[in-house]
């Protein structure tokens, strides 16, 4: 079995082009839920609450200068045909309403905002099942018999309808979807074990993590040093969503607690999105970034001269909020602008960038800005130099500001530093310039 090879068997008889009628129809048919509401703890000042400002659902996190992260799934789901979508909203969700209203709200046929003001049983949500059961409104309100189920928070590209097929022409009734990992990482993933046929025969919460010690991950088979990733994206009957949810109303997490106990019937099955090309010859891609190391590091592979995610197919596009800003100024003859990815309203004077990620309205005035993010509205001034920094929005940085040469100094500003040196500066941070 090749890497690339899904796991499902049957017999397909219908030619490609009556199959992909089918499936395109079933996706603009079919009733999306979009999961929004993720606090991104790991981000901490990134989507941490503070008194004087809303927090910030890790799906509204910035990511390569002008998209946020919620942008990746709500193309893919645009992409791919659909039409109906429901935000499923909860932590940050008054900012995150803000965002796509003014854009996402109007490209699909409906888009409905549920927040967590509309919930059914008076609690906040749980967990992923809870929060599509405390949503079941919005499943009778469609018509469609075929629900799709999304993690709104990872930088991902893929198709909905090879996803869609697999579901339709199985003996599934739920669908989950998947990938290849080194069986090293799988401490950190829900595990999906599967037979030849692709039927889930056992699900392992991360196995040889903390929570799980004891667990011994169960390879691919024809793999043994891969397992499956769950990858927090479900297709599923309506009706059998329904009957699941409402059987055990103590369990809150499709994960950890609905899949394992639905297995035993022989109505799930997995299908591995790493298989999938995407229009414009561009593979399937899926990375967490849950943690700041993870996200920095990502941001830094994308200003490589082949970056991991495509963002200039265009027979795949990533969109995104836009704006009226003006372009990029480079100011002078001493810029050295090298792997830099800078966004409209700009301006970078007498200033050395490198691997620098800059979002819009920032200005860099001779200084020295290295393997560094920075958010909207970021003004560093004269003389700085900034190592391995992410700053967030609104920051003014003081002339001859040192970030990321000292860590304890750092930490005396009361930045975050995470375990690998990146240092994090919250938004509307006010130096003391006294």
């Known amino acids: ?15 490609k082009k009556k199959r992909a009628r089918i499936t395109c129809s079933l996706a603009t048919s079919m009733t999306n839920l979009v999961m929004l509401g993720g606090h991104g703890s790991r981000l901490h000042y990134l989507t941490r609450y503070d008194p004087f400002h809303h927090e910030r659902a890790k799906p509204a996190v910035s990511f390569s200068s002008k998209y946020r992260i919620v942008d990746f799934i709500m193309s893919n789901l645009l992409n791919s045909g659909c039409k109906h979508v429901s ?71 893929f198709d909905v309808n090879p996803f869609l097929q697999c579901h339709v022409e199985s003996p599934s009734r739920f669908t989950v979807a998947v990938m290849p990992v080194p069986i090293s990482r799988a401490y950190q993933f829900g ?46 009957y309506r009706d059998y969503l329904i009957e699941i949810l409402n059987d055990d109303r103590t369990m809150h997490d499709f994960g950890g607690e609905i899949i394992p106990t639905i297995i035993s019937a022989g109505d799930v099955y997995a299908y591995d999105m790493s298989s999938m090309m995407l229009p414009g010859d561009e593979k399937f891609y899926w990375e967490d970034v849950g943690t700041l190391r993870d996200y920095h590091s990502l941001h830094m ?20 909020l836009a704006d009226d800003l003006d372009p990029f100024r ?3 003859e001493k810029n050295q602008i090298d792997a830099t990815m800078l966004s409209g309203g700009c301006q970078v004077e007498g200033s050395h960038t490198n691997f620098t990620v800059v979002g819009r309205e920032c200005v860099i005035t001779e200084s020295n800005v290295d393997q ?63």
Not at 1 to 15: D, G, I
Not at 400 to 426: C, L, Q
């Open 191 to 236: 595990i999906v074990v599967v037979d030849d046929s692709g039927k889930v025969i056992d699900f392992q919460e991360k196995p040889g993590s903390d929570e799980n010690p004891d667990a011994v991950p169960v390879p691919v088979p024809g793999r043994p040093d891969m397992v499956l990733a769950s990858l927090g994206n479900y297709i599923v």
């Open 1 to 15: 079995m090749t890497e690339t090879q899904n796991y499902f068997q049957w017999e397909k008889k219908m030619s």
């Open 87 to 157: 935000a499923l909203l909860q932590y940050g969700a008054q900012p995150m309403t803000n965002y796509l209203s003014k854009g996402w709200g109007r490209e699909f046929g409906t888009f409905d905002y549920v927040p967590p003001s509309q919930r059914t049983l008076g609690n906040f949500y749980q967990g992923t099942a809870d929060a599509v059961r405390q949503s079941l409104w919005q499943l009778r309100e469609h018509e469609s018999d075929i629900v799709g189920i999304w993690a709104g928070d990872h930088i991902t590209k």
């Open 330 to 332: 480079s100011i002078g």
């Open 372 to 434: 560094t993010i920075l958010f909207d509205n970021v003004n560093v001034d004269r003389g700085c130099d900034l190592h391995r920094v992410i700053i967030d929005k609104n920051v003014y940085i003081p002339p001859h500001t040192i970030i990321g040469r000292d860590h304890e100094e750092d930490k005396a500003r009361g930045f975050h530093v995470d375990e690998s040196g990146i240092v994090t500066v919250p938004r509307y941070y006010k130096f003391d310039q006294t």
């Open 301 to 320: 592979k994308m200003l490589d001269p082949v970056p991991p995610v495509n963002l200039r197919n265009r027979d795949w596009k990533i969109r995104f």
